[in-house]
């Protein structure tokens, strides 16, 4: 009976296969060849990673696998192993369907007890996904909007080219670039800094993240920059990597709206309104100098922090506020002319017509709000006489300088005087009038969306209480109104009651503030870049003049000495000139009398200057005031002053145009480039000059427009066409 241990794998047979099983179950390829380079073994990942099954390998040089480059790496590494030593290395293999892998082999070579080599083996690591991580990491680094750069040892060892950009260096001047060369790139003042920062890394200190500093780029302007850095190996040794965000023109923009918080405190604390700020509890942030005064906290500074329970008011009034506030939180809805008593800081009793609106942070939500008030005491106390003398007479309605009116979307039911007189006709006139009569009295644009907001009240949909449009008076004159409605029943039927108040002139206040403000800080910016290149011409001048040795020559410098010191006593005589342009009431006025008159006037100042002059329009008669001179004479100074010839010629033309007339100036000067055409009269930016500016708000004024064109189409060298358009008077239309 044959022994039963006979049938049982040997301890030496069991190993082989316990080695093979690790072997087919590693992650990575295994395999050995023997002295001639054949391939004597492969576990399964070394036939996946060739794409080959076994059979079809095993026997085969590793010649077939290479090419010329990598099978003279791979013969290196051979030549190694018959020398007993063992190495690492990166190999590129290809595969069965002609792919490329690249991979890492750790090789070690296989010696007889006798000391003869064998063969070798191998284990073969795929690093293919590693390549191409880097070669995306690479592509995306290149492609970066951001500024990449790698230092090591105090050099840049790599930067990619939005950094380049930035600092206006190639790529490989900045590669090449010594230590001290690198830091010159850093702005002085912040070298220190930054040096800091790299002590505080090492030190293991956490600095702060991003920070800030400035570059000096190669042309010597200065870019601000925020960095975010970190420590990294880069080839193998310790490297720090830094990623740059260019900041500049947002720290401009912070400048900016920096120089305009000021301007609108400076505006707040001029206004005549009291202004405040709340937080979502209704706690004091803020406020100008007007409601700090009445409130009793004295400086705006004091009011934070505080709420109404700790100001100057009786407790009934600062429950009244809370409650207003909150209800605008709540619903997220303004409270518009709210009319409350007030006891001041002085004990003056006094009452103020507030409005309450929201304030919302980035996403719409509601922080707080915004509170003005006005004082109405003596618009109060008159109201109240007014109520008390006349209640016995008539009703509230028919006294009110508001006009009211009850309608329904197709007739109206009720009027007040105030509405008659807004509307400008007589009562039986508004008596035969039929619903789409009525309905002619709102403007053209405004009457689609009115229409609607009467049926969403009518049928009870909640709309805003307060709306604005325009009224056409009977004799073609716009008024602007504000209307506040609420749903009533008048005589069994469904209708709308419309408080509507004539708000034409805060709107034209409000325009005209708007503007006054706008061309102050226009001409802070013109008059300060304008008489400063002046002065600068006059220093420069009497330089050259002191040391000067022709009197001729002394004579010259003195002659732009002179110019330039008249140059700017007309830039202060403009700028003086347009104090009163808001204020000086427009009447009829000749356009072309006008266009003579300032013609006549410059024909005198250089015999070198021709006027062309066409005048299509006779009594051409116009909406304007004392200051059209002055437009016309801007628009003809410029065309003079800045046209460069010897001989100048000037083309001026009016004509009949579109319920207006057109009066065209042009020039034989080197014209205005398409670019700078734009922005020629925009109030934000520079380019027009003062008497362009001022000639740009003239016409505003006046209702009209101003442009400029090529005097020659499609070629804008050959000088330039501006054409001003004021409309004729309304009644001169209407008739």
Request: with cysteine; aromatic share 8%; net charge negative.
């Amino acid at each position: 009976m044959p022994d039963e241990q006979s049938n049982q794998p040997s301890d030496s047979s069991s190993d082989v296969l316990r080695y093979r099983a690790l072997l087919d179950t590693m992650n990575d390829a295994f395999g050995v060849i023997d002295r001639n380079g054949n391939l004597t073994y492969a576990n399964q990942r070394f036939g996946d990673l060739l794409e080959y099954p076994l059979e079809e390998i095993l026997g085969k040089s590793l010649t077939t696998f290479l090419d010329d480059e990598n099978l003279f790496i791979l013969q290196n590494n051979i030549r190694m192993r018959t020398q007993g030593q063992s190495s690492q290395y990166e190999l590129e293999w290809t595969t069965r369907t002609g792919r490329k892998v690249q991979t890492i082999v750790s090789g070690s070579p296989l010696i007889e007890e006798d000391g003869t080599h064998q063969g070798s083996f191998a284990v073969v690591t795929d690093i293919s996904w590693r390549i191409a991580a880097e070669k995306k990491y690479k592509l995306l680094a290149e492609q970066s909007l951001q500024g990449l750069t790698i230092l090591q040892n105090d050099r840049y060892v790599y930067v990619n080219p939005a950094f380049a950009f930035l600092v206006g260096y190639t790529v490989d001047e900045i590669l090449s670039m010594s230590s001290e060369e690198g830091w010159n790139l850093i702005h002085p003042d912040d070298r220190k800094y930054i040096l800091q920062l790299a002590s505080d890394r090492r030190a293991r200190i956490k600095i702060p993240m991003p920070y800030e500093y400035r570059f000096v780029r190669r042309d010597g302007t200065i870019r601000w920059v925020q960095a975010f850095s970190g420590d990294i190996q880069y080839e193998g040794q310790p490297a720090l990597q830094v990623m740059i965000i260019d900041v500049t023109e947002a720290k401009l923009a912070e400048a900016k709206l920096r120089a305009s918080q000021e301007m609108l405190e400076t505006v707040m604390n001029t206004i005549p309104d009291y202004v405040f700020w709340k937080d979502f509890n209704s706690v004091y942030l803020g406020c100008n100098e007007n409601f700090a005064l009445v409130s009793g906290v004295g400086s705006p500074d004091n009011i934070v922090g505080k709420t109404d329970f700790d100001l100057a008011w009786r407790h009934i009034e600062a429950e009244l506020m809370r409650a207003l506030d909150q209800e605008v939180i709540r619903t997220n809805r303004p409270q518009m002319n709210i009319i409350s008593p007030q006891r001041q800081a002085d004990d003056r009793e006094a009452w103020v017509e507030m409005n309450i609106v929201p304030l919302h942070d980035d996403e719409g939500k509601v922080i707080g709000v915004l509170g003005t008030y006005h004082d109405i005491t003596e618009k109060k106390k008159a109201e109240d006489n007014l109520i008390r003398s006349e209640a016995k007479y008539r009703s509230l309605a028919e006294q009110s300088v508001q006009g009211i009116t009850i309608l329904t979307s197709d007739r109206l039911l009720y009027y007040n005087p105030a509405f008659r007189e807004l509307v400008g006709y007589s009562d039986n006139e508004l008596l035969e009038m039929t619903a789409t009569d009525i309905w002619d009295l709102v403007h053209p644009d405004d009457r689609d969306d009115l229409r609607k907001r009467m049926e969403d009240k009518i049928s009870g949909r909640p709309i805003p209480p307060r709306y604005e449009y325009r009224f056409i008076r009977k004799t073609g004159d716009v008024r602007w109104v504000e209307s506040f409605t609420s749903r009533v029943e008048y005589g069994g039927t469904s209708a709308v009651q419309t408080v509507i108040v004539d708000i034409t002139d805060r709107r034209e206040s409000e325009k005209e503030l708007r503007i006054a403000k706008d061309r102050a800080l226009l001409y802070l910016d013109l008059m300060g870049h304008d008489l400063t290149q002046q002065l600068q011409v006059i220093l420069n001048s009497a330089a050259l003049m002191k040391s000067a040795v022709d009197e001729s020559n002394k004579e010259s410098f003195m002659k732009v000495i002179g110019d330039a010191v008249r140059r700017c006593a007309r830039i202060i005589e403009e700028a003086k000139s347009t104090e009163q342009l808001l204020s000086t009431p427009s009447r009829e006025r000749k356009l072309d009398e006008a266009i003579e008159r300032t013609i006549d006037a410059l024909s005198k100042i250089s015999e070198a200057i021709t006027f062309e002059t066409t005048i299509s329009s006779r009594n051409a008669i116009v909406e304007a005031d004392d200051f059209l001179e002055l437009l016309l004479s801007n628009i003809l100074m410029n065309a003079i002053e800045h046209n460069p010839f010897d001989y100048k010629t000037v083309w001026v033309s009016l004509k009949e145009e579109e319920n207006g007339y057109r009066v065209a100036i042009a020039d034989n000067g080197k014209g205005i480039p398409d670019p700078v055409k734009a922005s020629l009269f925009d109030t934000s930016r520079r380019f027009g000059g003062l008497g362009l500016h001022t000639a740009h708000y003239i016409v505003d004024k006046y209702h009209g427009r101003i442009e400029v064109h090529d005097r020659v189409e499609g070629d804008s060298t050959q000088g330039a066409e501006f054409r001003i358009w004021i409309p004729k008077p309304q009644n001169s239309i209407n008739t």
